[in-house]
């Protein structure tokens, strides 16, 4: 088996610097997800901490998954969620949804997490926005491992959040020693590590911060030995439906529907309805591949 390792690159989030593992330039996507930022541990210059203002997103879900800190979320359907460690905030956007999130690292304390996205298949991706929260997940143990379904069935832990596609995302806290765990052949995965190293038994691959391994598919067990404490988060699913088209928060299939969306988002269209937030929505960038934005 190969792995396929990938480095981060260093993106500005509302004036945060997070590191970007997916996507990378020849893989968009590992199963559904399409969109991985690690972001801090990062204490806030300000009482208010940082805010990411109102921003609209289509044809995607965000999963936000945090270490430390706190974070609250408002968005176009009303909802008003705070979120900590060890809970998840799921949105579905479908065919158009605003959200903010206030108060990262609020107070001086420090914000550490993750924020994922997975691509809605056609069968949701024009429908209704969605937002849930689940303040409880399942766990599992294995060997070193003590595992969280975040999203989908692994290792017997079935997560209650919503999934469009047959994926899963598994949190992992991994203690110096070995874990075996069982992985779905058909599925392709990768692992993304935030803290200490873990390594990738039989790969000799070693997964620090700062990369994304692809896995690949075809693999019905995954061995991982870790010499440290480690953390880092394990991704898989079927391989997409069809290739997306990604740009700026949007997530569709062609150039004319992200434009759309962002001549929407411009005009004010019902499409995109700001949340109750104290901050003014943002201005979108022009698409790069238009040369006279409409
Ligand atoms: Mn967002």
Not at 86 to 115: C, D, F, K, W
Not at 136 to 156: H, R, Y
Not at 165 to 176: E, M, S, W
Not at 187 to 207: H, L, N
Request: glycine share 10%; aromatic share 6%.
């Amino acid at each position: 088996m190969v792995i396929e390792l990938t480095e981060s690159h260093v993106a500005d989030v509302a004036g945060m610097p997070v590191r970007r593992a997916l996507p990378r330039a020849g893989r968009r996507t590992v199963g559904a997800w399409c969109f991985v930022d690690h972001m801090g541990p990062l204490t806030a210059a300000t009482d208010d901490g940082i805010n990411a203002a109102p921003h609209p997103h289509i044809g995607l879900q965000t999963v936000t998954w945090l270490f430390q800190g706190e974070a609250l979320h408002r968005d176009s359907l009303g909802t008003e969620q705070s979120i900590r460690p060890g809970q998840l905030n799921l949105m579905t956007a479908g065919r158009g949804i605003v959200h903010s999130e206030e108060g990262l690292g609020r107070n001086g304390a420090p914000v550490h997490g993750v924020q994922l996205w997975v691509a809605q298949p056609d069968r949701t991706r024009h429908g209704d926005s969605a937002f849930e929260h689940q303040s409880e997940l399942p766990q599992f143990e294995a060997g070193a491992l003590t595992g969280t379904t975040i999203v989908g069935d692994f290792a017997g832990a079935v997560s209650p959040a919503r999934r469009d596609t047959d994926h899963v995302g598994v949190d992992l806290a991994i203690r110096p020693g070995r874990a075996v765990v069982e992985l779905e052949p058909t599925f392709e995965y990768a692992i993304v590590v935030f803290d200490g190293a873990i390594d990738v038994a039989g790969d000799d691959v070693a997964v620090t911060p700062g990369h994304l391994a692809y896995l690949g598919s075809g693999r019905d067990e995954l061995v991982l030995d870790a010499a440290t404490t480690a953390h880092g988060l394990l991704l898989g699913g079927t391989p997409f439906e069809s290739k997306i088209s990604m740009w700026w928060n949007f997530v569709a299939r062609t150039h004319d529907e992200l434009e759309t969306a962002n001549r929407d988002w411009r005009s004010g269209s019902d499409r995109f309805v700001d949340p109750a937030s104290p901050f003014a929505r943002i201005a979108s960038p022009n698409t790069p591949w238009s040369s006279s934005p409409k």
